[in-house]
């Protein structure tokens, strides 16, 4: 990633290539699906995506927050799911997602959202009844 400041006494002026460790916390509402054959797929999840340990790429030197930096993440995924059983489906899915980050420390004209697009292909098994 790109790493942007205004620090000039940092290892990263101006800006830099970075490296970051990045999580996401997230509660997920799941509809749709079927016994067989195909379905609809809707996912709407709320949470968290937590940026952390970010370091300038050439000299691994620490940089940005001292902490992790938690942002509100919200996510819409809408795709469709092929059962081949009760218990085992296919499915592909097209999330849309944005983070919205706070706006302290940042200059006046900073963006503080961003938007990821993300396509999901995976199965899914039902371990119960």
Known sequence: LTYETDDIASACPGSCDA??????VLGVLHA???????????N?????????DFRERRSG???????????VTFEFGY???????????LQIVQDFGT???QRTGLAGGAHTASIQY????GVGYALGR
Not at 44 to 52: D, E, K, Q, R
Not at 118 to 121: A, G, V
């Open 19 to 24: 490296d970051a460790s990045i999580y996401q």
């Open 32 to 42: 749709g699906g079927s016994a067989f054959g195909f379905s609809q797929i809707f």
């Open 44 to 52: 709407l999840s709320v949470g968290a995506t937590i940026y952390n």
């Open 61 to 71: 030197e620490k940089i940005g927050p001292a902490g992790a930096d938690p942002d």
């Open 79 to 89: 795709g469709f799911g092929y059962a081949l059983s009760p218990d085992f489906q």
């Open 99 to 101: 983070t919205i980050h």
């Open 118 to 121: 993300t396509t999901r292909i």
